[in-house]
């Protein structure tokens, strides 16, 4: 554990690796082995019809999100008569899962490649100030041995203004929310065939233009850890990038618990704890209410679920069902608790960051999260492997979490310039906030509640 001067933080920005929420290849091009029609009339048509159904049996927010199914069935029997290659009757099938606008609903696969293998730019480019910019730079990559910098403007790719190839890539992702949907088309922008380069227009704070060929890289999971550190003001931050145990490295859900209470014990004597859930991308809900247990002293109610279940044919939803925190291990941390949160974070991080929040036990500063929570249902048809959500996840009021996501309480968004100085505005706004909350909480002689002080 070490202690960090907030001056010279480095931003913090989720490298989630979004091109697993993009269900269709960005540039639309076909491979050559898809360009014939293998598929028969009465084939797209019986291919579609079930897909359609399986969908109808299982997903559980039709209702809540207002779809009319049964005109997607009818526009989607009279697209697939049309076709005219497999690669358009794959892409249509792909464009009916995402009908649903729901992060957790998509295909999977396909009963052949649809494309080659696909790369980009070692570089996370952010949407800030109406602008797509550079936010951070991989170490190593051929972006910063071309003197790629963070705080340069995305002017346009290969020829085409930046904000319209966003703008084509945002109907091609799957995601619950708007504001998580554009965020990944705007992170997948320079996107496209591995190994390949594309030519970036870009421009400096200072009005400079200039263009640049970048090659496009194999997709690489960025090193995830979680980490303890000190702030200034006995404050302390702890980084919990994911609650799956596969992307942390580890082997099991105990391995990360594990982790997250040898990082917590490093900040046990801290007056004030700062939680980084930006960019966690979820895993497992019990994993991460065991995490929750290590802040409370007596059992809290968490977000509870409802499950679609299908019995002979016919749909129904069982009886909703609630879940609880108990508290966990030898001691409780019971300072006052600040959760970073972005657009990034999804599923099973949702969970853990509505129950700490409506329970009152912690803040959440930063931006609205993806509102996605489905814990989907894998199926397949003749060789279309999809996958939709089976169920209807609910906060302590009632709401849902899917389509809404959990509310920042304090709202924060950085500035160009704050990306270019690699100043993290979210994490200063919750040190400063902490501050004056145990600066007011001394001076009462006493620990106000944390939302009355939100």
């Given amino acids: 554990m070490r202690r960090r001067n907030l001056v010279s933080f480095i931003l913090i920005v989720g490298l989630l690796t979004v091109a697993g929420f993009l269900s269709v290849v960005p540039g639309g091009e076909a491979v050559t082995e898809l360009t014939e029609l293998t598929y028969s009339p009465e084939e797209r048509h019986r291919i579609c019809e079930e897909i359609w159904e399986k969908i109808g049996l299982w997903y559980s927010y039709f209702d809540d999100k207002g779809i009319d199914w049964e005109s997607v069935r009818q526009c989607y029997l009279h697209q697939v008569a049309g076709v005219e290659s497999d690669y358009e009757f794959f892409v249509s099938m792909s464009a009916l899962v995402r009908e649903l606008d729901d992060g957790h609903s998509y295909m999977c696969d396909y009963p052949r490649q649809v494309s080659s293998a696909r790369g980009r730019p070692r570089i996370h480019i952010a949407e800030t100030e109406g602008k797509p910019i550079v936010a951070k730079v991989a170490f190593g990559s051929d972006a910063e041995a071309q003197g790629i910098v963070p705080g340069l403007t995305i002017l346009s790719v290969d020829g085409e203004p930046s904000k319209e190839r966003i703008n084509r890539l945002v109907p091609r992702v799957h995601s619950s929310t708007p504001w998580h949907r554009r965020s990944v088309a705007v992170a997948a922008v320079l996107e496209g065939d591995l190994d390949e380069q594309v030519k970036v227009e870009l421009e400096s704070r200072d009005g400079k233009v200039f263009s640049l060929r970048l090659l496009r890289e194999p997709f690489v999971a960025e090193p995830m850890a979680i980490t303890a550190a000190v702030l200034d003001g006995d404050i302390g931050l702890l980084t919990l990038p994911s609650f799956s145990a596969s992307r942390l490295g580890l082997k099991s859900g105990d391995d990360l618990v594990k982790a997250f209470d040898a990082a917590l014990e490093q900040l046990r004597e801290m007056k004030a704890l700062i939680i980084d859930m930006r960019g966690n991308g979820g895993g497992d809900d019990r994993v991460a209410q065991r995490c929750a247990g290590r802040f409370f002293t007596s059992s809290v109610a968490f977000p509870g679920f409802q499950m679609r279940m299908v019995t ?57 999260t993806a509102g996605s929570s489905g814990n989907p249902i894998r199926l397949e048809v003749s060789g279309f492997k999809f996958q939709v959500s089976r169920w209807r996840e609910y906060r302590a009021d009632g709401s849902l979490i899917e389509g809404q996501g959990v509310p920042a309480d304090i709202s924060v968004s950085p500035t160009v310039d704050d990306i270019a100085g690699c100043i993290d505005r979210a994490l200063i706004c919750a040190v400063d906030y902490l501050k004056s909350y145990l600066s007011r909480s001394s001076m009462r002689g006493n620990i106000p509640d944390m939302e009355s002080a939100a």
């Avoid at 999804?346 to 912690?362: K, L, N, Q, T, W």
Wanted: proline share 7%.
């Fill in 312 to 368: 002979l044919g016919k749909p129904w939803f069982a009886p909703r069902i609630g879940r609880a925190v108990s508290p966990r291990g030898e001691w409780q941390y019971s300072g006052p608790v600040v959760l970073l949160i972005d657009e990034f974070v999804i599923s099973s991080a949702e969970h853990f960051v509505a129950g700490m929040h409506d329970s009152g036990r912690a803040t959440t500063i930063g931006h609205t």
